[in-house]
């Protein structure tokens, strides 16, 4: 097992030391080590992460900054860091705290976000840091210049200094300010939406347009916004009402057409089966209504051709999904309608 010193770069508390190592350098001499057996303490058979041989807690650790989960605190003993952090590392390190006093002043860093996801961002904070630094030392005190945390994007990020190393996963961290807001263009104006998925970005300007051509809403503001069951969801909020839908009903709108002609035009050249096999020919005449059409409440919004395989048959078959948009209560979900065409057999 390989085990490089840090003391390669000297302590840091020389001024005359003007010398800082960058991320990959600072990894190739961590200290690569067996689990320390300390009270209370014990860690689980190795095994591989990321090219890392590591040891995880056998349970949660409690520290003085609260309880650091099994995967937030990894021991790596064996494997090249140095080869990991020049993979995977997004830039520079992270400055450690002189005292544990200080960690309050730490600022977030988000090294990725989930445009679905109930926390929108991943990464360090000031509490994952500092519970890291506690299970690498022991919770005894330190020399910040001696320690070195080193964002890896989505990868868990590392925390080295003398005692060893640490394989840190990202956490939900606290959402940075409107960091990733979008501009999306409605039929009325062009409003700011809080949103990174572009299939989700795709169906909120669709679901706009069809709140303005079948509802004659002009949608003012779109709020963003997640429920205890990790929904995210936008608030398309109008003069009078406010119309609520999750992300996930916003990116089905994502690739529907709106033109049936182009269904149509496929089916009247035949087309071909999921399991392979010859050209086969459908019939359809077409939608019964257009997008756009108010029906019964529902808001007709796409058509998309696909391949089913319903209960009573042995076989795909082929159909047009007709989706549309409902209010259920206090939100609007989407949905789709399956349209069996007829097979031509050749």
Wanted: charge should be negative; hydrophobic fraction near 30%.
């Amino acid at each position: 097992m390989t085990d490089h010193r840090l003391g390669t770069f000297g302590d840091g508390d020389s001024a005359d030391n003007d010398l800082t190592p960058d991320a990959v350098n600072i990894a190739r001499c961590a200290t690569a080590c067996r689990a320390p057996n300390r009270d209370g303490a014990s860690w689980a058979s190795p095994d591989k992460d990321w090219g890392l041989t590591t040891q995880r807690p056998a349970s949660t650790t409690n520290t003085s900054a609260g309880r650091a989960s099994k995967q937030q605190t990894r021991w790596v003993v064996d494997g090249d860091v140095g080869e990991y952090v020049e993979q995977y590392a997004t830039g520079d390190c992270l400055q450690i705290p002189a005292t544990y006093g200080d960690f309050s002043s730490v600022d977030t860093r988000v090294t990725f976000i989930d445009g679905l996801a109930d926390s929108y961002g991943y990464g360090i904070d000031a509490q994952a840091l500092e519970k890291a630094l506690r299970v690498l030392t022991g919770g005894g005190r330190y020399t910040a210049s001696k320690y070195s945390a080193i964002p890896c994007g989505k990868q868990p990020w590392i925390l080295t200094g003398p005692e060893g190393t640490l394989l840190c996963s990202c956490m939900p961290v606290e959402r940075p300010e409107n960091p990733y807001t979008r501009e999306l263009r409605t039929p009325e104006t062009t409003l700011q939406i809080e949103e990174q998925n572009q299939a989700v970005l795709t169906g909120a300007a669709e679901f706009a347009h069809l709140l303005s051509d079948a509802l004659g809403v002009s949608i003012e503001t779109i709020d963003y916004h997640s429920t205890a069951r990790d929904e995210a969801r936008h608030s398309f909020v109008g003069e009078e009402d406010k119309f609520t839908i999750k992300a996930s009903d916003l990116a089905q709108l994502h690739g529907l057409t709106s033109d049936p002609s182009v269904i149509q035009g496929t089916v009247s050249r035949g087309v071909q089966p999921t399991n392979g096999g010859d050209t086969v020919s459908v019939e359809w005449d077409g939608p019964e209504h257009p997008v756009g059409y108010l029906d019964g409440g529902d808001v007709v919004a796409g058509y998309e051709f696909a391949w089913e395989q319903p209960d009573e048959s042995l076989e795909d078959v082929a159909v047009v999904r007709e989706y549309r948009i409902t209010q259920n209560h206090s939100r609007w979900t989407v949905d789709y309608r399956t349209h069996r065409l007829a097979s031509v057999v050749p």
